[in-house]
């Protein structure tokens, strides 16, 4: 069993950054593959980036490219999502989840690849 607790979401002006935390409760963190998912207002949820379990692959959604980075550190059981440029369409309930995977290029974006779910940080970037 595995418990996500994400931090760090708020309310920012277009333009400006946040980064969140997803810090988890498992001693085996660094075997699982970690992602992070977004759900806006009357939207579906959607994926928005994903890293392996060693930190050494990453994927994002074309949506947050070169303005998203994802990272880890396995000694914080923690990963992290670092959000520049926001927008207003990046305003989101935001949530890390944990996968045994495996995980690639093709499957990093599937909801249900993921096994453990944060409550989710809200994101609110203001024009």
């Known amino acids: 069993q595995v418990q996500l607790v994400e931090s760090g979401g708020g309310l920012v002006q277009a333009g400006g950054s946040l980064r969140l935390s997803c810090a988890a409760s498992?001693?085996?963190?660094?075997?699982?593959?970690m992602g992070w998912f977004r759900q806006g207002p009357g939207k579906e949820r959607e994926f928005v980036a994903a890293?392996?379990?060693?930190?050494?692959?990453?994927y994002y959604a074309d949506s947050v490219k070169g303005r998203f980075t994802i990272s880890r550190d396995n000694a914080k059981n923690t990963v992290y999502l670092q959000m520049n440029s926001l927008k207003p369409e990046d305003t989101a309930v935001y949530y890390c989840?944990?996968?045994?995977?495996?995980?690639?290029?093709?499957?990093?974006?599937?909801?249900?690849?993921?096994?453990?779910w944060g409550q989710g940080t809200q994101v609110t970037v203001s024009s």
């Open positions: 498992a001693r085996t963190f660094s075997r699982y593959h």
């Open positions: 890293i392996s379990w060693g930190g050494g692959s990453t």
């Open positions: 989840g944990a996968t045994f995977g495996p995980v690639d290029a093709g499957t990093a974006g599937i909801e249900s690849q993921y096994n453990y």
